[in-house]
């Protein structure tokens, strides 16, 4: 059950500690808009449990951001204009302020290697914190560090394939649409996995399962990330089946809006029919 946004300042106008668990809780189930900023700030582990220190992080950070000295990259621009047109975001200042966001942190490291994915990742970001550039910099940091193992260890490309496998097994219809388009969707499913979906959903969409996502332990997101991929398929597998091969693609990396806690029950209620599935496989072998 959702919180209001009174229910979330209480628990982050806490008299000592903010109730880390109690947030955790809540956000798994949306935030409010209005506090999303501050609630993601503790999902992302920015801003610490007490409030003794926190006028001083808050400066630490801004100084820290002041300091830093970005290099124009060329790239970063031209993938934020790209992102900025494809989400038909209005906000005149957006696209200079996430390249500022980008270029601070890739001139962090030079060595990262820069992937447009990640523009996707920061624009979620920067609207969660109103604008705020030093807020989504250190937001950004902290998401990116959380998914490095998965990505880093190639995770998300296993998913990937485990979703194929289960379209094979679960969808066959759609299996045998994408073998007759010589269609092989996996590299566009990688990319919801490597970007949180953020590559291929409306921005108000990309908020709400963020609320989400951000709530889960490193081990549980690879898991809720797949199936809510899966109850994307089936959600939208109608269409899918109308269309071609480049069609199939451009509309499986720009999907419509869609209602998030229904497609939250419907991943929830896949998984359970799947495991029941897997758990009594086993016990038919053994019958036969």
């Known amino acids: 059950m959702s919180l209001t946004e009174e229910q979330f300042l209480e628990i982050l106008d806490g008299d000592v500690l903010v109730d880390k668990d109690k947030l955790i809780s809540g956000a798994k189930y949306g935030v409010p808009d209005s506090m999303r900023s501050k609630v993601w700030m503790y999902l992302l582990n920015i801003s610490d449990s007490s409030h003794h220190f926190e006028g001083q992080q808050v400066e630490e950070r801004n100084k820290y951001y002041k300091s830093l000295r970005p290099t124009t990259f060329l790239p970063i621009k031209n993938a934020v204009n790209t992102a900025v047109h494809h989400m038909a975001l209005t906000d005149k200042n957006i696209a200079a302020k996430i390249s500022n966001i980008l270029c601070n942190f890739f001139s962090c490291d030079p060595n990262i290697h820069f992937n447009p994915g990640i523009v996707n990742l920061t624009i979620p970001l920067y609207t969660a914190a109103d604008g ?157």
Do not use: C
Not at 193 to 215: E, G, M, N, V
């Open 132 to 288: 705020d550039e030093v807020s989504a910099f250190f937001m950004l940091t902290n998401l990116l560090d959380r998914l490095y193992s998965f990505i880093d260890s190639g995770l998300h490309l296993r998913y990937a394939a485990k979703l194929g496998k289960y379209i094979n097994i679960f969808m066959p219809e759609l299996a045998n649409h994408f073998e007759n388009e010589d269609l092989d969707p996996d590299e566009v499913f990688a990319h919801w996995f490597q970007f949180l979906h953020s590559t291929a959903l409306p921005l108000k969409a990309i908020l709400r399962l963020w609320d989400t996502y951000l709530s889960l332990s490193a081990d549980d997101l690879p898991k809720e990330l797949l199936y809510v991929s899966l109850a994307l398929v089936e959600r939208f597998m109608p269409k899918i089946l109308r269309l071609e091969h480049l069609d199939i693609l451009n509309f499986l990396s720009h999907l419509p809006m869609i209602d998030v806690d229904v497609l939250l029950v419907q991943a929830g209620t896949m998984r359970a029919q799947l495991q029941t599935f897997f758990q009594s496989e086993p016990q038919k072998k053994q019958s036969e």
